[in-house]
């Protein structure tokens, strides 16, 4: 029974972690641009997240030493729903860079303490699937966030209220004397370069991951208005690519703990390129545009998935948290790329965000396989 609960509060802390940043990302996005602000502009207070989240992966290590696990993920949902309840309420729009912080910080201390902690309740026999478990749940807390908004709309304080009462809602879970946190007594040993290069392929997932998925949750609704969508539209194209991504995990999971991973993730980096230089023909059609985005969406998180299942394999106690806490960081360099190399690839040409993720993904597939030349083996 304690172990269901301690999983059933990963997956909230997962679930969390996810809306928090999709509706914040998606509905701060449409509400500047609804005051005529730019992309640019739009863009730069995104990457305020990605400096809070930077700013915390340096001292997290040493923080779930002294503090503990429990205590700093009910410490962050609790910070998610103040800030979610404080940016409607402020007038003056430069208040909302150092809330965009503050909420990157929690979010950073929520990605990092779900990922070891859901490693420290798998198995090596259903690791994979177990992660995919967990990013299937981050997936779906990516996905309520635009559903949010198209059911509710953006306008006034309900968007963010809703938010942060669900935030709110998950500490009494988290928070269960019944539910059992790991134990980190002492800080990882080793700097971010030692991890670097223990696991640069899992590094590069990580960035890739966040760039994209921080660039599409600002810009893929705003991609579609200009194509000619209506706004309720267009973020349900949104919730579409995070659907795809949560069940097609679970699928992607059982693979992973079938087969080589090194080649599984090379195979969905490939199909992700390929998928995203199709967007400017396929979102004529909305049902071509759903059907693609789906199937996209679960290729483009598999990745992510396979990597934290090679982590976890290789690494165990305050050493994972140290990985994952770098990890945080390269999520946190590529939520800042992300959202500002988008925000310019969009001005410079009308399918900037297509191009941009085709590119990156293409990218990553190289490097997966040059790495896998090089060392002829599956390296993290």
């Avoid at 730019?38 to 990457?47: K, L, R, T």
């Avoid at 559903?147 to 968007?159: D, E, K, T």
């Avoid at 199709?278 to 789906?294: D, H, N, Q, R, S």
Wanted: aromatic share 8%; charged share 10%; net charge positive.
């Amino acid at each position: 029974m304690s172990r269901l609960l301690s999983m059933a509060a990963v997956i909230v802390m997962a679930t969390m972690f996810g809306l928090t940043y999709s509706l914040s990302a998606a509905l701060i996005a449409l509400d500047l641009a609804a005051r005529q602000l730019s992309e640019a502009v739009i863009g730069a207070n995104a990457a305020m997240h990605a400096v809070g989240v930077l700013a915390t992966a340096m001292v997290l290590p040493r923080l779930v030493a002294r503090v503990g696990v429990r205590r700093l993920v009910l410490a962050s949902l609790v910070l998610a729903a103040l800030v979610l309840l404080g940016l409607p309420l402020l007038p003056f729009l430069w208040l909302w860079f150092p809330l965009r912080f503050l909420l990157g910080a929690a979010s950073e201390v929520l990605f990092v303490l779900s990922e070891t902690w859901i490693n420290s309740l798998s198995t090596e026999a259903t690791r994979a699937r177990a992660m995919a478990a967990y990013t299937a749940a981050m997936a779906l807390g990516f996905a309520l966030g635009p559903l949010i908004l198209s059911l509710v709309g953006r306008a006034g304080m309900l968007p963010y209220a809703i938010g942060a009462g669900l935030a709110l809602a998950a500490t009494l879970l988290v928070a269960s004397r019944h539910v059992q946190a790991p134990v980190f007594d002492r800080p990882a040993q080793g700097g971010p370069w030692h991890y670097l290069r223990l696991a640069p392929l899992a590094m590069g997932a990580t960035v890739l991951n966040a760039a994209i998925e921080t660039a599409g949750l600002s810009f893929l609704a705003l991609y579609a208005v200009h194509l000619g969508w209506p706004e309720e539209e267009a973020t349900r194209l949104i919730t579409a690519m995070m659907i795809g991504a949560i069940l097609l995990q679970l699928p992607i999971g059982w693979l992973g703990d079938k087969m080589d991973r090194h080649r599984l993730v090379i195979a969905l980096a490939i199909v992700a390129a390929l998928g995203a230089l199709l967007w400017p023909w396929v979102l004529g059609e909305a049902w071509a545009a759903y059907a693609l985005l789906f199937v996209w969406g679960g290729a483009f998180v598999g990745i992510y998935t396979l990597m934290l299942a090679v982590v976890g394999s290789r690494f165990q106690g305050s050493e994972l948290v140290g990985i994952y806490a770098v990890m945080g960081l390269a999520w946190g360099a590529g939520a800042l790329a992300g959202p500002l190399a988008a925000g310019m690839a969009m001005e410079a040409t009308r399918h900037g965000l297509a191009f941009f993720a085709a590119l990156a993904c293409g990218a990553f597939a190289v490097v997966a396989v040059a790495l896998r030349r090089g060392t002829g083996a599956s390296p993290p």
